[in-house]
C-alpha cells in the first residue's frame, strides 16, 4: 500500500526565512507519481508540481524548489525567502502507475510565516 | 472560466437527514474524486469514478453514495448511516485519458458539513 508521511505539523518562519517541508513516501511500485499540493485559508487545493518516477532532476520555480531522492523515498519541498501569502497548509501526495490514478496523501504541514 | 464548481459551500445535516454535495466540473475531465478532510488531517478518498456511469469505493465509503450519470457531474450523498459527517468535502477531477497531464488532480473550492 501507498503510504505518505509528513512529519512537521506546523512550521513558523519569520517573512524572508527559508522553510523546508519534508516528505517521505513508501511504495512498491517502480512507476509512480509525486505531487505536492497547497491549501490556502479559502480551502481549494492548488496544484503545485508533479515528479514521476523516473525523473529525479531537482526543479525549481520562482522561489519554490524540490528535491526528489529516490535513495531516501523524499520529495522535500522549499519556500526561499518566504512571504506571508506562503502561509498555508501544503500536502505532499503519491499516485502509483496502475491506471485508477488514486492519491494517498500526507497529514499536510501548516506553514505560518510571520510578518 | 474552466473549473470544478462545488456547492453549497456550507451545508448544515439534521440528524437521520440525507444531504447531498454538488460537484461539476467543465474541463472536459474523464475522471472525477470525492475526499473527505477532518482538522489537521489529510485528504482520505471516499469514492472515485473513472468514467460515466462507473465508480469506485475509496478507503472510507461507508455511509456515502454518489452517481455519475453525466461527464460533467458527480455528486456525493452523506447518509443518515454517516454518523461523524461533520467535515471538509473537496471534490476533484483529472484529466482526459490521452492528455499527458491525466493524472493531476484538480480541487474545487470544497463544502464545510456541520451536524445541527
Known amino acids: 500500500a501507498q503510504k505518505v508521511t509528513q512529519a512537521q505539523t506546523e512550521i513558523s518562519v519569520v517573512e524572508k526565512e527559508d522553510v523546508t517541508l519534508d516528505c517521505v513516501y513508501e511504495t512498491r511500485d517502480t512507476t509512480y507519481y509525486l505531487f505536492w499540493y497547497k491549501q490556502p485559508p479559502s480551502g481549494e487545493l492548488v496544484f503545485l508540481i508533479r515528479?514521476?518516477?523516473?525523473?529525479?532532476q531537482n526543479e525549481i520555480s520562482g522561489r519554490y524548489s524540490w528535491n526528489f531522492q529516490k535513495s531516501t523515498s523524499s520529495f522535500n519541498f522549499t519556500i526561499t525567502a518566504s512571504q506571508v501569502v506562503d502561509s498555508a497548509v501544503y500536502f505532499c501526495a503519491l499516485s502509483e502507475g496502475g491506471g485508477n490514478n488514486r492519491l494517498a496523501f500526507g497529514k499536510g504541514n501548516q506553514v505560518v510565516v510571520i510578518p | 472560466d474552466g473549473g470544478i464548481t462545488q456547492s453549497p459551500k456550507y451545508l448544515f445535516r439534521k440528524e437521520g437527514q440525507n444531504v447531498t454535495l454538488s460537484c461539476e466540473q467543465n474541463l472536459n475531465h474523464d475522471a472525477m474524486y470525492w475526499y473527505r478532510q477532518d482538522p489537521g488531517q489529510g485528504l482520505r478518498l471516499i469514492y472515485y469514478s473513472q468514467i460515466v456511469n462507473d465508480f469506485q469505493k475509496g478507503d472510507i465509503a461507508e455511509g456515502y453514495s454518489v452517481s455519475r450519470e453525466k461527464k460533467e457531474s458527480f455528486p456525493l450523498t452523506v447518509t443518515s448511516a454517516q454518523k461523524n459527517p461533520t467535515a471538509f468535502y473537496l471534490c476533484?477531477?483529472?484529466?482526459?485519458?490521452?492528455?499527458?497531464?491525466?493524472?493531476?488532480?484538480?480541487f474545487g473550492a470544497g463544502t464545510r458539513l456541520s451536524v445541527l
Open positions: 476533484a477531477s483529472s484529466g482526459a485519458v490521452l492528455s499527458g497531464a491525466k493524472n493531476i488532480q484538480y
Open positions: 515528479r514521476n518516477s523516473f525523473d529525479e
